[in-house]
């Protein structure tokens, strides 16, 4: 009798016959079979085979290739076939992850791989990797977990569910924490937001400041709006100012120099008022795709400019310095230039700042106003605040019989708050006063991703009302647990030290917080690809295509349609190349109407359906949600004005459109027939040749959401 078997690695395991039956199953599966008893009657087979055979502890390669000739032997060619060619897949796959050099203990897959590789993993000085996946966990689990013993608990317990979480990827942390907890850098927090004084020392501060951020690893938002409009008159010089624009290229090519913790190219957010003096400059200051390249910019709008603009009125420009009108504008016309220059090439978004400024996003009022957000627009954030995200991954929240599993979610919500409040304890800032004002606010922003994985696996449409409703609920307990879960921390803790006069100081001392802040939605790129997981709250951006890296290229299929495709028989490696042509499934008859109905990407939805998904979820979100209104080619500069009009009606709290081939470079090509058309959008008519590509390819990193922002 088989006991045990030597795996590819070495290692002696033990025996388990059922894999055998699983794996002929899955291959008869993808051919249309669905007899879990003939499975398991050729899996006998192949073990009485072996037990034949003198060696009493075969390789996996051994056993798979008498799982082929028994398959074969017994008239099942066509599952025979099917599992020669999983053999092959994974064959690909490791010889992949061998050129790559990291052992996937995890069991993450190639491309989660890949990406730890190029930026997680510690590495010797030579730049070979020294950690494994699982190492990776364990260092950052154990690092936050330190932190309970401040507060007398037992960091073992913490470690291991923080680990867990991580293992099992029902939650990841932002990616300064997977990067550097436990290292000497020890900064983890992907969020920062400084200020720009209007004075040449307090602009170069920001400069410097900016470069140590980038260093350790974060990203950094700026309001420029302080800074005199160009020609102003300068009183210690006698001189004019040069205005914002030109001290935005002065921060754009210090980021220039600098990658984010020696790993990354540093992220930064513009934004200006919309009632700056050099408003328009602002607006068009990226119509050139080359320019101010490590800038995503917003325009920050205020109700008084949306009344205006509504009306067809005038607006006043306001002086930064003496605070006083010195010009005006017609609204109606700055915003048809917004949405111009958006549909043009993305840029500019907006943000809306009265709304960035309400109680449940700006709590502790008496510190200031908030007048920028990050890079991606999800966390606004006082001058010199930061905070640090994670998400969990809500794919792996369903239950068996595909509803929401609320019991499992409430217990995610309440570990990760522990960990992301752990953090801010662990966290090693690089600038004293970040410090200071972290530690007053905790603020935390936990999050979501795998949404459109979920709706797929419980039956719903992306672009459904039932899907809306959903996320209503879905975010309004997630908010709820979050807000108990910082209450219980609190009371264990203490208050954060600013909550005195915050908006949550009703005199009941029994009524307190840990953090400011509970909830964000981040866009979570990377982190999600780890995860194995959709983007954030994105749609699928495809089912199929081919993903470029340095070292290789592979068809990557979405792995929930893939098991449906197999289960339902329809599943051949010819389909799913012919998938990647497109992305979408919607007019390939190959694959039944039910499932097209579910499988919906980004480029099938209506852009109103993205904004209506982003409304749903800001509702019950403290901070604000990255989320991008993806647009086809062909879309127009009046289809873009009726998003941003809807995105402020549905209180978000700021937007952000891409049009799909609106760069000459972007991470994700789709083909399209080649054909020219007349694109009238209240400029000279442009007369426009789609581009073609042979197949849908996106980058390394790529996981979906915006793709100007993976550039």
């Known amino acids: 009798m088989i006991k045990q078997i030597r795996k590819r690695d070495g290692r002696i395991v033990d025996f388990d016959p059922h894999k055998i039956a699983t794996a002929i199953f899955k291959a008869a599966q993808s051919v249309g079979g669905q007899d879990h008893r003939m499975a398991e009657q050729l899996a006998k087979k192949v073990v009485r085979h072996l037990e034949q055979e003198e060696a009493s502890v075969p390789t996996v390669e051994h056993i ?9 032997e017994e008239g099942h060619a066509k599952t025979a076939k099917s599992f020669i060619l999983y053999r092959e897949k994974r064959k690909e796959m490791r010889e992949a992850l061998s050129l790559i050099g990291v052992v996937d203990d995890c069991k993450l897959g190639l491309n989660a791989v890949k990406v730890l590789e190029g930026r997680y993993l510690r590495k010797d000085s030579n730049g070979k990797v020294i950690e494994t996946p699982r190492e990776l966990f364990e260092r950052v689990a154990g690092n936050v977990a330190l932190a309970d013993g401040r507060y007398g608990k037992d960091i073992t317990q913490a470690k291991a569910e ?20 436990g290292t000497e850098i020890q900064q983890l927090s992907a969020c920062f937001v400084l200020p720009i ?27 420029f709006s302080r800074l005199r409009p160009k020609g102003a008159r300068v009183g210690t010089t006698g001189g004019v100012a040069s205005g914002p624009i030109s001290f935005m290229r002065v921060f754009d090519a210090a980021t220039n120099v600098i990658k984010q913790g020696g790993k990354r190219r540093g992220a930064n957010m513009g934004v200006l008022r919309v009632d700056h003096p050099d408003i328009l400059d602002f607006i068009t200051c990226k119509e050139r ?84 957000t990050n890079p991606c627009g999800e966390q606004p954030l006082l001058p010199y605040e930061s905070c640090n995200l994670g998400s969990i991954n809500l794919a792996n929240h369903i239950t068996e019989d595909k509803k929401v599993d609320l019991d499992k979610l409430g217990h995610t919500v309440h570990k990760a708050v522990h960990f992301l409040d752990n953090v801010i304890d662990m966290n090693h800032f690089p600038i004293p006063k970040i410090t200071e004002m972290v530690n007053g606010n ?24 039932e899907a809306i409703q959903l996320a209503y609920k879905v975010m309004c307990f997630i908010d709820c647990e979050g807000k108990k879960a910082s209450h219980y921390l609190a009371l264990e803790r203490g208050a954060f030290p600013n909550f005195k006069g915050s908006v949550y100081d009703d005199g009941n001392p029994e009524q307190v917080y840990r953090n400011a ?124 004005t009726k998003v941003f009009l809807l995105a402020y009606d549905l209180g978000c709290k700021g937007i952000t459109i891409y049009r799909d081939g609106s760069r000459e470079v972007q991470v994700l090509n789709i083909k399209r027939e ?33 793709a100007k922002c993976n550039l």
């Open 442 to 465: 905790r603020k935390i922003g936990l999050g979501v991703m795998g949404w459109a994985d979920m709706l797929i696996k419980i039956g719903v449409p992306y672009n459904s009302e």
């Open 64 to 72: 798979q290739d008498i799982i082929e000739k028994t398959l074969i």
């Open 517 to 640: 802040t509970i909830t964000t939605i981040a866009p979570t790129g990377t982190i999600s690809i780890i995860a194995g997981c959709s983007s954030g709250i994105e749609p699928l951006f495809a089912i199929s295509f081919i993903r470029k890296t340095p070292q290789f290229e592979l068809l990557e299929v979405n792995p929930v349609f893939e098991e449906m495709a197999r289960s339902e028989g329809f599943y051949t490696n010819d389909l799913m190349m012919k998938i990647a042509q497109k992305g979408s499934i919607q007019d390939v008859e190959e694959v039944p109407e039910h499932i097209r109905r579910v499988f919906v990407t980004s480029m099938d939805l209506d852009p109103e359906a993205h904004v209506r998904m982003q409304g749903a979820f800001q509702k019950h979100t403290d901070n604000a949600v990255s989320k991008t209104v993806n647009f086809p080619f062909t879309a127009t500069v009046e289809d873009v």
């Open 197 to 223: 004084e209007d004075s040449m020392e307090g602009i170069f501060e920001s400069v410097k400041h900016a470069a140590i951020i980038h260093k350790s690893g974060g990203g950094t938002g700026f309001s």
């Open 289 to 372: 795709n080359d320019q101010i390249t490590n800038f995503n910019i917003s325009v920050g709008i205020t109700d008084v400019f949306m009344k205006a603009m509504k009306k067809n009125e005038n607006y006043d420009l306001i002086d930064p310095h003496s605070k006083k009108p010195i010009g005006q504008l017609n609204a109606k016309r700055v915003f048809d230039l917004i949405c111009t220059m958006a549909w043009k090439n993305g840029e500019p978004g907006v943000i809306f700042l009265d709304r960035m400024n309400w109680p449940t996003s700006n709590p502790t009022q008496k510190l200031g106003e908030i007048e920028s």
């Open 674 to 706: 080649e054909k020219k058309e007349e694109i009238n959008h209240e400029l000279p008519k442009i007369e426009k040749t789609e581009p073609t590509h042979e197949v849908l390819t996106v980058g390394a990193e790529f996981s979906g959401g915006c």
């Open 162 to 181: 923080f680990l867990d979480m991580m293992l099992s990827r029902d939650f990841m942390p932002n990616s300064p924490t997977l990067m550097n907890a």
